[in-house]
């Protein structure tokens, strides 16, 4: 796993080895297992807000332990979820 771009290969394998067609691209990220407590905290705030500011989605963040990026991707997911729904 490369730290600083946080992405992984299932197996420890380099992407472009992993992938037939040898793609050079980046790495796919492994996929969260939310916990039931953050997936309920992070409903509720979508329930109030549809959209996080910087330093709310930092705060939410430090709070369930998770990533910005990863609280950035739930709230853009969970969106197009309602979408879809409508």
Request: aromatic share 6%; hydrophobic share 35%.
């Amino acid at each position: 796993a490369d730290e600083s771009s946080g992405y992984e290969s299932a197996g420890g394998e380099p992407a472009a080895a992993a992938a037939p067609g040898g793609s050079r691209g980046r790495q796919r990220r492994a996929r969260t297992a939310f916990t039931s407590e953050q997936v309920c905290r992070l409903e509720k705030t979508f329930q109030r807000q549809k959209y996080l500011g910087a330093s709310e989605r930092r705060k939410l963040a430090a709070a369930l332990q998770l990533s910005e990026m990863q609280i950035k991707t739930w709230f853009q997911n969970r969106r197009m979820k309602l979408k879809r729904q409508m």
